[in-house]
């Protein structure tokens, strides 16, 4: 199992619909994750932080389901300034809990929003 | 809007020069990252420097080389680079390792 898996995509949707992406992780240990949103040519930048079941932030909805290892992003009313690559990224932990830094990226889902 | 800066924006480089990738950051942040992102693929970290550590990741060749003058520059050496290293550089920091990463710019790196 990869550390980190995303849904491949790409999704191509009209604009006002809604969208969800999920991604898995192998480390049950995580206690944190992230989404970020990529545009074609720039750099990373944070969508959503998820340190506990879930996190909303306006039409982006964050969930964690811990059992099953998986954290989904939901993307309501889709505009499309939405369209970019959507990064899962999960911090590697040491043996003890801690991070030393690194975080492991998914490989990206790509989400066109079309009029 | 970043508050990680990055410089230069683009660098076109040949195989036998040595140039200088620049990294700051003004949010007191404790940890400080590069990564090397190809295209249609996720970033991969290549260094890790906090709490004055520096850590690297053991597959990135010796002609990168970073260096941190103080903890809010990072800056990356380059030299004797080949065309596949041509790539966009990020740097980014964090308030402690494993907490959310802001990235710079990036600057987009071509080897001839």
């Known amino acids: 199992r990869k550390e980190v898996e995303q849904d491949p995509g790409p999704f191509n949707v009209p604009e006002g619909a809604t969208v969800a992406f999920n991604c898995t992780y192998s480390?049950?240990?995580?206690?944190?994750f992230f989404w970020y949103r990529q545009d074609c040519r720039k750099e990373p930048k944070l969508l959503m932080s998820?340190?506990?079941s879930g996190n909303e932030d306006g039409r982006f909805t964050a969930q964690l389901n811990r059992a099953s290892q998986y954290i989904s992003l939901l993307i309501r009313d889709s505009k499309l300034s939405d369209s970019a690559t959507y990064l899962c990224?999960?911090?590697?932990?040491?043996?003890?809990?801690?991070?030393?830094?690194?975080?492991?990226f998914g490989q990206g889902t790509i989400l066109t929003v079309h009029p | 809007d970043t508050e990680v800066t990055q410089t230069p924006k683009h660098l076109v480089m040949g195989m036998t020069n040595k140039k200088s990738l620049k990294c700051e950051q003004h949010?007191?942040?404790?940890?400080m990252y590069w990564y090397k992102q190809k295209a249609k693929k996720p970033p991969e970290l290549m260094f890790v420097?906090?709490?004055?550590?520096?850590?690297i990741n053991e597959s990135v060749p010796s002609r990168f080389s970073p260096e941190c003058p103080n903890s809010s520059l990072l800056n990356l050496h380059l030299h004797a680079l080949q065309p596949e290293d041509s790539a966009l550089y990020l740097c980014?920091?964090?308030?402690?390792?494993?907490?959310?990463?802001?990235f710079g710019q990036g600057t987009r790196l071509t080897v001839v």
């Open positions: 949010m007191g942040h404790r940890a």
């Open positions: 480390n049950s240990a995580s206690q944190s």
């Open positions: 990224v999960v911090p590697d932990l040491r043996a003890g809990g801690t991070s030393y830094g690194k975080l492991t």
């Open positions: 998820v340190y506990s």
């Open positions: 980014a920091s964090s308030q402690v390792p494993g907490t959310e990463a802001f």
């Open positions: 420097y906090s709490y004055e550590k520096l850590s």
